[in-house]
């Protein structure tokens, strides 16, 4: 995420805003990335699907962007 915080200017880089308000939900709830997978229903085998994580976007990191475009 550092990497891709460093990239390119925030107001051209729609991808950097959202990785950046993730990074902050994560800090905030002081969660790892594997346990917020673990909490999206992930496991060993079975992966979060695009459709659930573009949701939990929505709700949770970027409220004013639509579906389609998390997506």
Same mark, same amino acid.
């Given at each position: &995420?550092?990497? &891709?915080?460093?990239l390119g200017n ?11 308000? #993730?990074?902050? /939900? #994560? =800090?905030?709830?002081? !969660? %790892? %990335?594997?346990? !917020? #997978?673990?909490? !999206?229903?992930?496991? =060993? %085998? $079975? ?8 949701? /939990? #976007? *929505? %709700? *949770?990191? $970027? ?5 389609? =475009? !998390?997506?």
């Amino acid at each position: &995420m550092d990497r &891709m915080c460093a990239l390119g200017n925030k107001n051209h880089n729609p991808f950097r805003s959202v990785v950046q308000r #993730l990074a902050y /939900f #994560l =800090e905030s709830n002081k !969660l %790892t %990335t594997a346990s !917020l #997978l673990r909490r !999206l229903g992930a496991s =060993e %085998t $079975e992966p979060v699907s695009i459709n659930k994580f573009a949701d /939990f #976007l *929505k %709700t *949770k990191v $970027e409220k004013r962007k639509d579906q389609v =475009e !998390l997506f």
